[in-house]
Each structure stands twice: as structure tokens, then as C-alpha cells.
């Protein structure tokens, strides 16, 4: 491995993988160059990476299966360029490590020998080539309405007054519709896909859902072309009701202009305020 690259590591500091990815992305920054991102800093003011994301690609780190590194740089439509999860490798070859947020010996070396192999491994084209990485939902914020309860991500996912969602990683995007709307038509039974290679405008058709009560329109929250469709709704559209934030996706769009987009949708906790509104009219 000696291309250079960003290197963006966990924050978490409550589990013993989070402090070995810091310890990782350091060994790597001393050992073949480039530069380290501070995730806090990144949340905070993504412009001052601006240049050096501009000119190294990102090579995100993770400690666990929460993958914060990955949230985050989806969250900033960030290309990852590679990554890798510590307790994942761990998991691969049988490994265990001190129990201690203080990285101990058998911690450290660890991540001494998954930091040699990742050096001397080339780059894998799969990894160059694709940058989504669309992380399940880890947070909810609910609603209670009547006997219903209603969950909506509390980050990562934005919404459109439609209730269809988008999620983003690097220059992709993942669409669906919201819990809300699989409740409102109840069991689906049809899920027609767009064809690959369409061309969507924001709020322009990307699909549409049926069920026995109602047939509805999915309204794209972002444009962009087609590049993949959910064959799984398509053969089995029960996965929208089951799981419309992560299974029950419809289509997989290339962006065209999300910071355009973006202004004029919703994120989660402001989604949640829009349910609470539409909700208060079912009840007058």
C-alpha cells in the first residue's frame, strides 16, 4: 500500500476496539504518510479537511460494528477510498484482546500486524472502485400515535415532506419510503423498481408501492441516475414492511447534486416534527 491516504479513525472511546483504530491509523500515518483526520473536527468543520480530502483519499478505520468512521464520512458524502473494522479482524483470525480502554500488549500487537498487512496488500479494485457503504440505522427517534408507533433514524437519513427518504455515501444514494408511509398502506403487496439508467429529477418518480389499500408514488428526494434496483423488494415486497430503512431500499441513485438537494429536504429530528403535524390532522 503506498498511495497516501486521509486517514479518519474511530472516536469511540467505550469499547477496547476504539482506541486500536487510533492506534492503527497512527501506525499507518507513520509508516507510509499522508494525513490524520480528527473525527470531531470533521463533524464539526468538514471545510477544514477541504484540501487535504480534496487530494488524498480516505481510508476510514473503525472499531466496531457501529462503524463510526463510516457513519461519518456518509453522513459528509465522503468517498472512502478503503477501510477497515478492528473487531472484525479480530473476528477473522480468532483474536482477542485486554478488555481495557488502554490498549495492552496483546492489543497492540495486533494491530502492529494488521497495519503490516494492510501495507503490503494492494489496493483492492473492488474498494476503488465503490464508495457506498450504506450503514443500517443505530438510533431511533419514535412517534406514538393512537396504537401506532412510528420510527425514524435520528441521523444519516433525510426526508422529504413525500415520506421517502435518502440515505448518502460518497457520490450514491439510497432511497426508500419512511416507516409512516409502509404503517399508512399497510400490507404491501406489489414493488415496481425504476429501470436502470433512468434519469431522476428531485421529487420526480423513482418507483412505486402498492397494497391493497392504495398505490403510491415514490417521490425521489434527491436526482441522479439509476445505477441499482432492490431486486429483493421486487421478489419478496413484504421487506418494505418488514424493514424499510435498511432490506426494503427501491433504488440506488449516482448523485448529481446533493448539496442543492439537501436544502430542500428534512433530516431526521425535523422529519419527526413534520409526522407530529401530520399526525395531529388525522386526529380533527
Known amino acids: ?69 463510516s457513519r461519518l464520512a456518509a453522513d459528509h458524502g465522503l468517498a472512502v477510498a478503503r477501510k477497515v473494522q478492528i473487531a472484525e479482524a479480530l473476528k477473522a483470525v480468532g483474536a482477542s484482546v485486554e478488555g481495557s480502554l488502554v490498549p495492552g500488549p496483546q492489543g497492540l500487537a495486533f494491530v502492529r500486524n494488521l497495519v503490516a498487512g494492510l501495507l503490503a496488500a494492494p489496493t483492492p479494485a473492488a474498494q476503488s472502485e465503490t464508495t457506498a457503504d450504506f450503514a443500517a440505522p443505530v438510533t431511533y427517534l419514535t412517534l406514538t400515535h393512537d396504537k401506532f408507533i412510528f420510527r425514524v433514524p435520528a441521523d444519516g437519513y433525510y426526508f422529504n415532506e413525500n415520506d421517502c427518504w435518502v440515505r448518502v455515501s460518497g457520490n450514491r444514494a439510497r432511497v426508500g419510503i419512511s416507516d409512516f408511509m409502509q404503517q399508512y398502506l399497510s400490507d404491501v403487496i406489489f414493488c415496481t423498481p425504476p429501470d436502470l439508467g433512468a434519469t431522476i429529477e428531485q421529487f420526480g418518480e423513482v418507483g412505486t408501492v402498492e397494497s391493497s389499500k392504495a ?20 421478489d419478496a415486497p413484504e421487506l418494505v414492511n418488514e424493514d424499510p430503512y435498511e432490506r426494503g431500499w427501491i433504488a440506488e441513485l449516482e448523485l448529481a447534486d446533493f448539496a442543492a438537494d439537501r436544502e430542500l429536504l428534512l433530516d431526521g429530528p425535523q422529519y419527526l416534527e413534520h409526522l407530529k403535524q401530520k399526525t395531529a390532522e388525522f386526529r380533527g
Do not use: H, I, W
Open 1 to 69: 500500500m503506498s498511495e497516501k491516504y486521509a486517514y479518519l479513525p474511530c472516536n469511540g472511546l467505550d469499547k477496547p476496539e476504539g482506541p486500536l483504530s487510533r492506534e492503527a491509523a497512527l501506525l499507518m500515518l507513520e509508516a507510509a504518510g499522508g494525513e490524520l483526520v480528527c473525527p470531531v473536527l470533521l463533524a464539526r468543520s468538514q471545510a477544514r479537511y477541504a484540501k487535504v480530502l480534496g487530494e488524498l483519499p480516505l481510508f476510514a478505520v473503525d472499531g466496531c460494528a457501529t462503524r463510526c468512521a
Open 215 to 234: 398505490s403510491f408514488e415514490v417521490v425521489s428526494p434527491v436526482a441522479g441516475r439509476v445505477v441499482a434496483v432492490n431486486q429483493g423488494v421486487a
